[in-house]
């Protein structure tokens, strides 16, 4: 476990080192964060300089790559089906490749230009690997490429309403892989047991949000709050809090959207740090910072410390580090602001582009790291918060949706047609 500062602490993966760059074991990290203990990392690069490998993996995905003991894990969409495949850190050469189910697209949604059927990042839990499709499909293999059970959540608990491709990843827990389903009807929360996926526990999450706003694409945080072990879920309108053991609702706050707009979907995912979980939402229109134990000790609203409808993300989740929350803006520029207060620290502008902002922030010792929906990739430097840096992507069709990772002391950039390991000039 990753403790912070007390009563707030994100729960780190199979024991790894929440901060670490030797390995990524699910999207955002092991803290979940975006966040990486390194002053190393590659800093300028261009199409032929500072590239230790480039390959184009087959088909078609927006998974965030993630890594552990040299293997690189993603998904991909191949011919209709879904493929989860495991590359060599060191060279980027092929390991192993499964096929997961096919395709599917839901009767009441579409395929999004930004989207596929394999955008959920693969989840590394010591010797088990879990990838999850939009198809429903979700299958528990070994990093070595056993294959150890499939399962397909749409034949078990009803098929996708969502109208766009499905963002959310999975996560897990000492004993479960655990997804969160969030649509316009049949929301659930579901716990299946890692060594079968046999169901441990499941509950309702239907919260009454109109149309759209009913539906959500972001990823549910495990923390430790005052001593439990607790899923908080963001979506529909609400943040819920649930136990971790058996999924149990412990507390719901509502109220992000109050004039009942129909389509405020949610797509960036929550982020927590020094006690306060940072909501984004409304489009982008808001933040909302909420004290994790007050809220699981009843306060309601009140645990509500900061509200602003002047700075948000509607795509790129935060980054957070050592109490300082980090927001990509869609197009505009980065923002630092205290997670205690929400006030802002700095602001550094980007250049304007027809490009927005999809994948969600990398966040060093030293330095954050925004990757643009071309490729291309900025780098700020904290100390100053000024951009040093802008580095072009060879592959520079759209849409990059996929996050920047750290790989020991290089970057994996994961871009639509090709995967770079970045060494740096």
Aim: one cysteine or more; glycine letters at 10%; proline letters at 5%.
């Amino acid at each position: 476990m990753l403790r912070w500062i007390a009563p707030l602490a994100l729960v780190a993966v199979a024991g790894f080192n929440a901060a670490a760059a030797d390995v990524w074991p699910q999207w955002r990290g092991a803290g979940q964060d975006g966040y990486v203990q390194h002053s190393g990392l590659p800093l300028q690069w261009t199409e032929d300089e500072g590239i230790a490998w480039r390959i184009e993996p087959a088909g078609r995905g927006g998974s965030t790559p993630v890594h552990a003991d040299g293997r690189i894990f993603l998904t991909s969409g191949v011919d209709g089906a879904n493929h989860l495949v495991a590359y060599s850190a060191e060279d980027g050469k092929r390991l192993w490749e499964h096929e997961v189910g096919l395709e599917r697209v839901s009767k009441h949604g579409k395929n999004h230009r930004k989207g596929s059927g394999a955008n959920p990042s693969v989840v590394i839990d010591g010797q088990r690997v879990f990838a999850y499709f939009r198809s429903g499909d979700l299958a528990s293999a070994t990093p070595e490429g056993e294959l150890q059970w499939h399962v397909n959540l749409q034949d078990r608990y009803g098929e996708d309403t969502l109208w766009w491709n499905l963002g959310t990843s999975p996560i897990v827990t000492p004993k479960a892989i655990v997804v969160a389903v969030m649509q316009s009807d049949n929301s659930y929360i579901v716990g299946l047991n890692k060594e079968n996926g046999e169901e441990l526990w499941k509950v309702e999450r239907n919260l009454g949000a109109p149309e759209e706003a009913a539906q959500s694409y972001t990823t549910p945080l495990l923390l430790d709050v005052g001593g439990q072990s607790i899923i908080a879920v963001m979506g529909a309108d609400h943040l819920t809090l649930h136990k971790a053991e058996n999924g149990q609702m412990l507390a719901k706050l509502g109220g992000f959207n109050p004039a009942g707009e129909r389509y405020f979907r949610s797509i960036a995912s929550p982020v927590a740090s020094d006690g306060i979980i940072v909501c984004p939402y409304a489009r982008g229109k808001t933040l909302t910072g909420v004290n994790a134990e007050k809220l699981l000790a009843g306060a309601g609203q009140d645990a509500i410390e900061w509200f602003r409808d002047d700075l948000g993300a509607d795509v790129p989740t935060p980054a957070a580090r050592d109490g300082k929350v980090y927001v990509l803006r869609d197009k505009s520029g980065v923002a630092c602001i205290d997670a205690k207060t929400g006030k802002t620290e700095w602001e550094t502008e980007l250049p304007r582009s027809r490009h927005s902002f999809t994948a969600s922030p990398l966040v060093s010792d030293e330095y954050l790291y925004a990757t643009q929906e071309d490729g291309t990739t900025f780098v700020i430097r904290l100390s100053d918060h000024e951009l040093i840096q802008t580095n072009a992507a060879e592959d520079n069709d759209p849409f990059t949706v996929a996050s920047l990772v750290p790989v020991g002391d290089d970057l994996l950039l994961r871009t639509p047609k090709q995967l770079v390991r970045i060494s740096g000039k």
